[in-house]
T-cell receptor
């Protein structure tokens, strides 16, 4: 089924471990985004990508790394997880520059113990 | 800095009781204002984009309107299935990329 998918949907990890969240879209959208959603903060942009091999920081990038070797995939890596990174993570994508709405995946709930 | 404020934080309605949600924003130049619906445990679902003051968009029981400083999401004769969190986001005209600034949402509960 076409769309945007995220995996895993739920993840529990320990402080200091590396964890990668996956995002895959089938629309061939140019833009992809990673957000985190926390109570009281709404959705905050972590990183975004305008195209394959082009990425840049958002509002809260510290502690995260991204890559985009293929248009359809945009993985987010927490290099050394901290408890403050416990959150729900959403991936989103957007098409042509003239179409600004973003379409979101189902989210990954990450708990760092 | 761009700011988006949504009110009320939570709203409880009886089925059929119409009401409005508010999204006020401060940006130096608005490129677009977006409304999303988010159900528990799911990602935000796109509803509307509004680009200029005076514009209106409708979808079933929802109608979104835009002025120079705020947007309203009007819900006419709501049903229990309209219960969700409604998110507002703005995109600044001068932003070098498709940056959206989100409000914290209004949690709507419609009781039968």
């Amino acid at each position: 089924d076409a769309g945007i998918t995220q995996s895993p949907r739920y993840k529990i990890t320990e402080t200091g471990r590396q964890v990668t969240l996956m995002c895959h879209q089938t629309w061939s959208h140019s833009y992809m985004f990673w957000y985190r959603q926390d109570l009281g903060h709404g959705l905050r942009l972590i990183y975004y990508s305008a195209a394959a091999d082009i990425t840049d920081k958002g509002e809260v990038p510290d502690g995260y790394v991204v890559s985009r070797s293929k248009t359809e995939n945009f993985p987010l890596t927490l290099e050394s997880a901290t408890r403050s990174q416990t959150s729900v993570y959403f991936c989103a994508s957007s098409g042509q520059r003239g179409s600004y709405e973003q379409y979101f995946g189902p989210g990954t709930r990450l708990t760092v113990t | 800095e761009d700011q988006v404020t949504q009110s009320p934080e939570a709203l409880r309605l009886q089925e059929g009781e119409s009401s409005s949600l508010n999204c006020s924003y401060t940006v130096s130049g608005l490129r677009g204002l977006f409304w999303y619906r988010q159900d528990p445990g799911k990602g935000p679902e796109f509803l509307f984009t509004l680009y200029s003051a005076g514009e209106e968009k409708e979808k079933e029981r929802l109608k979104a309107t835009l002025t120079k400083k705020e947007s309203f999401l009007h819900i006419t004769a709501p049903k229990p299935e309209d219960s969700a969190t409604y998110l507002c986001a703005v995109q600044e005209r001068l932003a070098g990329f498709q940056k959206l600034v989100f409000g914290t949402g209004t949690r709507l509960l419609v009781s039968p």
